[in-house]
Each structure stands twice: as structure tokens, then as C-alpha cells.
């Protein structure tokens, strides 16, 4: 089954720690383990956009943030074993495909380093911990299949996003095999995403932020590739597959070193185009042209991915229709933006988790 947030007691009390806590994935996964009852402790570099959803949501006042770049192992190996978390969730990330053309060493730094450092410091963790590592579905070489990426699919992109994001997964199965073998005290999963969408995300040369910012003062969005598909899925679809992830690991250690996908329903596929006119019901006043794409280097046309072994192992479905994950997107944005009606939107998301919860105990049988 999954756990709903009334009855999702296992992280209730638990220390649980967050690299990338301050990103837009890691903000929401925070929030919602406080929901939960969870002490959560965050590591990350700095806030990666202005503004910032971690302050935004005010989590600063309310999670313990420890200031550290992944790269630096031995502040990292402090932090880790001084805390003892029973729970960890590696987000932290350089998570732009673009920025990795534009920084190819800080992306692998980041991705890779970063990675094997989390492991590392792991490895001399002295108790029992379940960590789930996020990697991404451009972890896959990308080939363009219809069918949807399996688990068991090739890895490794060649642009330095992709690569350094199938090397991480390369080094999880390394200290896999070697370190975290099944008598050990630390169990690891592996979650692979694809794009996500939600309020509070502000990041650059991202479809949503980038209308939201071009929209919120009356601006024309210019759309690059309106017929790219992308398998657009709400950022509490994502983060409902690694908390159910971390929650059966738990317990279960047969899904030690299980890779797993989180994806939208592969018979759901839109282009930009599609969110964009969907989005139009929302903000009826959003305007849109499209432009020849001067990047110099390409972007994939079609990527998805195959969640069947989530279905069947963990329990994990997309819930959400694709106008309910878009309408929720927009309100969180329109209500951010309407300074008049005082709405805190600490509590409206909160309220979000609260009403996706409670359509997952509808919609996904028992």
C-alpha cells in the first residue's frame, strides 16, 4: 500500500537528511517530511535560484542547514556521521542540461563526485540507514524509443549532463557490490525522474519558470521546441516514488540496490505546445511565440520512461491527470503572485500535499 500522510508514521521522529535540500525537488521533499513528523536536516551549497522556494516556504527557520559543497568529503563525512540519520535522500545536483555544456567540470564534479563522496561518507556510517539516491531519466542513452526506458535499459548520454549522471549510477553499483553487500547496515535505492513540474520552481531554461517569470509582468514567452515531448509530471508524483521508495527499503532489504523509474503514464505524452494551451486555461492573459532554437547543442525530441516495475514492486502509480498536475502548477504560482489575498503559501502547499495524498488513497488500489 502506500502510506498516506496520516499513516506514514515511519519517518515520524526520524532523522532524515536532504542533500540539494534547498532546490526545488529538495524544498518539497523537505516540507513534506516535516509534514510527516520527520527531523529533517538539509546540506547544500546555497540557494540555486533567485527567489528561492526553501525561503519561500520558510523552511530556513525550520530545518537545520548545513552550508557545504558535496565535493569538500571531509566536511561532508563530518556532517553525515555527526548527525546519524536514519534516512537520506541525495538530490543535490548541477541539473541543467544547457549549464553542462556551458561547465562541463562543475557537472561532473557535482554529479559524480559529489555522488561517490555521499556513498563514501555512508560507508563509515555505523548504523542502520535506508538512502535513496535520485539520479534521472537522462541517466539512459537516449535512442528515442516509444516504448518507454526500462530499468535494465543502457546507460549513458553523451552530453555531460547525461554522462555524469550515468557515471553516478556506475559508482552506486560499485559501492553496491563491494561495500553494501546484504548484511549491511545500509540499504540503497535508486530513483530515476524526468521532468518535473510545480510551484516554486524558478530555475533557468526551464519551460514553467520561464513563462511564469515572462507572464507574471505581462511579457510574450518565445518557445524554442514546441513539438519536443517531455514526460511532464508533477514534482509530488516524483517525490511520492522516493518517500514510498525509502518506506519499503525500510523494510524490505530484497530492494537493496533496485534501481527505480518515476514517470507520468507512458500512454500520456505531450508536447510543449500541449502544456502551453493547457496552461492557457489557467492564465487566459498568457502569451506565446514560437522562435528558431539558436543552441548549439541538441535536445532530445522524445523521452520517457517505463514505471511498470514501480507498479508492481512498490505499489507506485501517477495519479494525477495531466490537467489536475498543470492546474495545481498554476494555482500555486497565481496564489504566490497575489500579494492581496495575504495567502501564506507555506500552508497552500502544505494543503497541496494534503489533497494529493488523499487522491493516491483513492486512486491507486490497495
Not at 541543467?96 to 561518507?121: C, D, F, H, M, Q
Not at 525500510?250 to 508536447?271: C, D, I, R, V, W
Not at 502551453?276 to 547543442?297: Q, R
Request: aromatic letters at 12%.
Amino acid at each position: 500500500m502506500f502510506y498516506s500522510v496520516k499513516n506514514l508514521n515511519i519517518f515520524k521522529n526520524k532523522t532524515v537528511i536532504i542533500t540539494g535540500n534547498t532546490g526545488f525537488k529538495g524544498s518539497w521533499l523537505s516540507l513534506w517530511l516535516k509534514v510527516l513528523g520527520a527531523k529533517v536536516i538539509g546540506i547544500s551549497k546555497d540557494n540555486p535560484t533567485k527567489p528561492s522556494n526553501f525561503q519561500i516556504l520558510k523552511l530556513n527557520k525550520v530545518i537545520k542547514n548545513y552550508k557545504c559543497d558535496l565535493t569538500n568529503f571531509k566536511k561532508l563525512n563530518r556532517i553525515i556521521l555527526k548527525n546519524k540519520p536514519d534516512f537520506f535522500f541525495h538530490l543535490a545536483a548541477q541539473a541543467l542540461v544547457k549549464k553542462s555544456y556551458a561547465n562541463p567540470l562543475l557537472t561532473w564534479n557535482s554529479n559524480l563526485i559529489g555522488t561517490v563522496n555521499v556513498l563514501e561518507s555512508l560507508r563509515f556510517l555505523n548504523k542502520k540507514c535506508t538512502a535513496v539516491i535520485i539520479t534521472s531519466d537522462k541517466s539512459y542513452k537516449n535512442l528515442e524509443i516509444k516504448r518507454g526506458y526500462v530499468e535494465d535499459d543502457q546507460l549513458g548520454g553523451y552530453d555531460p549532463y547525461s554522462a555524469s549522471k550515468g557515471a553516478a549510477e556506475f559508482s552506486i553499483r560499485s559501492y553496491v557490490k563491494c561495500y553494501f553487500n546484504k548484511k549491511s547496515k545500509i540499504k540503497i535505492g535508486i530513483a530515476r525522474a524526468g521532468n518535473v513540474i510545480g510551484g516554486g520552481d524558478w530555475s533557468d531554461d526551464r519551460l514553467i519558470p520561464d513563462c511564469i517569470k515572462s507572464w507574471s509582468f505581462g511579457k510574450k514567452v518565445k518557445i524554442r521546441n514546441p513539438n519536443s515531448t517531455r514526460p511532464w509530471q508533477n514534482v509530488l508524483e516524483a517525490l511520492s516514488g522516493y518517500i514510498l521508495l525509502a518506506a519499503k527499503l525500510y523494510s524490505n532489504s530484497k530492494l537493496h540496490g533496485e534501481a527505480f523509474n518515476f514517470g507520468p503514464n507512458n500512454k500520456h505524452n505531450y508536447t510543449v505546445k500541449s502544456i502551453i494551451n493547457e496552461i492557457n486555461i489557467v492564465w487566459p492573459s498568457a502569451k506565446w511565440s514560437v522562435v528558431a532554437s539558436k543552441s548549439k547543442f541538441k535536445e532530445s525530441n522524445l523521452l520517457k520512461l517505463n514505471c511498470q516495475k514501480a507498479r508492481s514492486k512498490l505499489n507506485w502509480k501517477s495519479v494525477l491527470t495531466f490537467r489536475e498536475n498543470v492546474s495545481m502548477t498554476i494555482e500555486w504560482y497565481k496564489s504566490y503572485y497575489n500579494k492581496e489575498s495575504n495567502i501564506d503559501i507555506k500552508k497552500f502547499s502544505e494543503n497541496q500535499i494534503k489533497k494529493f495524498s488523499e487522491l493516491i488513497e483513492k486512486r491507486i488500489k490497495l
